[in-house]
T-cell receptor, first 110, second 117 residues
Framework: EDQVTQSPEALRLQEGESSSLNCSYTVSGLRGLFWYRQDPGKGPEFLFTLYSAGEEKEKERLKATLTKKESFLHITAPKPEDSATYLCAVGLRGSEKLVFGKGTKLTVNP | GAVVSQHPSWVICKSGTSVKIECRSLDFQATTMFWYRQFPKQSLMLMATSNEGSKATYEQGVEKDKFLINHASLTLSTLTVTSAHPEDSSFYIC?????????????FGQGTRLTVV
């Protein structure tokens, strides 16, 4: 069964305290791995797509990496405005569907 | 960037009535759109895949007669919750991918909070 597991469920950081969010997956075939940010009461906002192991992408304070079994979202020197729920989703090969993890709720305190 | 607009943002309806939610791709064409449901602190669960000009494909356990999907054009899909009950209260989100491009990301609407009283 295709599965996506994110950890931790929640993470509290002080402003400037770097950390990483994990997304591990078990799928029959990977089309791509997607990271989204979701603010309360809003739809997910696209951040990154990773297609193959070893790939890395960066955007401001965020950096996403991918291995054959997991992806990490590294956040460097976070700010309070980075507080949100970060969702990981896996696209299945041969399908347009996405399988989502439950997300990591990140809170950055000033 | 690609924008998906969902309307309304929130709606309250009485039990037994029907509610229609619209999903529009504003600056691109979308042959396929997707409808999700999200409960508090839970993952997005795919309900159905909406295909322009043809019938929607529903996920296992989703009642197609209760959640009617129409994808009449390349920029508009609608979800109608028929005979709504309190247990249908949830956050409904649509998404779309740009037609003709493979392996690209999906763009999401802002979601619709449905409360059935």
């Amino acid at each position: 069964e295709d599965q996506v597991t994110q950890s931790p469920e929640a993470l509290r950081l002080q402003e400037g305290e770097s950390s990483s969010l994990n997304c591990s997956y078990t799928v029959s075939g990977l089309r791509g791995l997607f990271w989204y940010r979701q603010d309360p009461g809003k739809g997910p906002e696209f951040l990154f797509t990773l297609y193959s192991a070893g790939e890395e992408k960066e955007k401001e304070r965020l950096k996403a990496t991918l291995t054959k079994k997991e992806s990490f979202l590294h956040i460097t020197a976070p700010k309070p405005e980075d507080s949100a729920t970060y969702l990981c989703a896996v696209g299945l090969r041969g399908s347009e569907k996405l399988v989502f993890g439950k997300g990591t709720k990140l809170t950055v305190n000033p | 960037g690609a924008v998906v607009s969902q309307h309304p943002s929130w709606v309250i309806c009485k039990s037994g009535t029907s509610v229609k939610i619209e999903c529009r791709s504003l600056d691109f064409q979308a042959t396929t759109m997707f409808w999700y449901r999200q409960f508090p602190k839970q993952s997005l669960m795919l309900m159905a895949t909406s295909n322009e000009g043809s019938k929607a494909t529903y996920e296992q356990g989703v009642e197609k007669d209760k959640f009617l999907i129409n994808h009449a054009s390349l920029t508009l899909s609608t979800l109608t919750v028929t005979s709504a009950h309190p247990e249908d209260s949830s956050f409904y989100i649509c998404s779309a991918r740009i037609s003709g491009l493979k392996n690209t990301e999906a763009f999401f609407g802002q979601g619709t909070r449905l409360t059935v009283v």
